[in-house]
């Protein structure tokens, strides 16, 4: 389709969702394909990512890497730590980040972004939409309890979704007059979104998807000055927790039909259930123009091996509504 023309600036506010957030990228497509030009955008945590990555002209390359991501790729980011602050360090998701952006600075970007992460002393939100673009993207999915909070000029900074997990205002005030919002959190407690998880969960059953001891420990050894004794330690330590993590998963998580979290889905579960609640609110308080719902309530915390269905449940739900979306954009006012 042909780009619209339209004196409307467009908002585009992608919600926080961990691995639901590949639905995004179905969404961006079909965007791009009704010719819509998005002028302005805000992320929170993994919707931060992706928008960073729109926001940056190239998100071939996220689409990429998350079509070819099975489990054992995915674990080798997964740098366990001592859970002091979080299960994972989050020092390798972070070159990850910085892989996959073409840009480490907010002002290279081709489209206006904002970031939200939350103080975690004060509960205050926080916009970053200038400065180190990796570091903010870092603070935005730093979910508590799974990653070590990030730590910007004395400040701990987490996910956040926490307190705004689809932020439709923040691109209001980026000055957006149409805004599209895409909201992950919808389909979480349903019965629905529930009997599709144990579906996934029976399927993956056969999945060889055990850790490498070597991508887990190998920072043991990194360091010279660690004592014989402690390094000892610490890879039993380590090497404990990838197996507990692995048998947590191998599992399944469900005996006889019953879905039985683990401490991934305890944390998850908990800030989706609270995320859902506070989506709510906000949307009642600040409608978008066009609400995109995909249903991805079946998937769980890392599910990214998912990748090819839930960016093409995000591409048919957005498709369902490109006769508003183009009747919006091409509005002089946006008027239905």
Known sequence: MEEQTSSLKVGLALGSGASRAL???GVIEAIDEAGIKVDYIAGSSMGALIGASYASGDIKKLREQAITMDWRKFTSYLDFNFPQRGLLEGEKLSQLIEYLLPH???????????????????????ILNDGDLVEAIRASISLPGIFNPFEKDGTYLVDGGLVNPVPVDVVREMGADLIIAVDLNNDIVTRNGREKRFQVLRRRK???????????????????????????T???????????VN???????????KWEPNIFDVIANSINIMEYQITQSKLLEDRPD?????????????????AESTIKQGYDVTIEQLQKLNRLASSPNGQQ
């Open 247 to 257: 048998n947590l998963f191998e599992k399944n998580n469900h005996s006889g039909g």
């Open 206 to 232: 056969s999945r060889d998807r055990t850790i490498s001891d070597s991508s887990l420990l190998e920072r043991a050894s990194e360091s010279e000055w660690f004592p014989p004794k402690l390094e000892e």
């Open 290 to 306: 066009v609400l995109i719902q995909p249903k991805l309530g079946h998937l769980n915390l890392f599910d990214f091996d998912e």
């Open 23 to 25: 639905a995004h990228l």
């Open 104 to 126: 480490r600075q907010f002002n290279e970007l081709e489209i206006p972004l904002s970031v939200t992460a939350t103080n975690l002393t004060t509960g205050e939100e926080i």
């Open 234 to 244: 610490y890879r039993s330590f380590e090497y404990s927790l990838k197996q507990s």
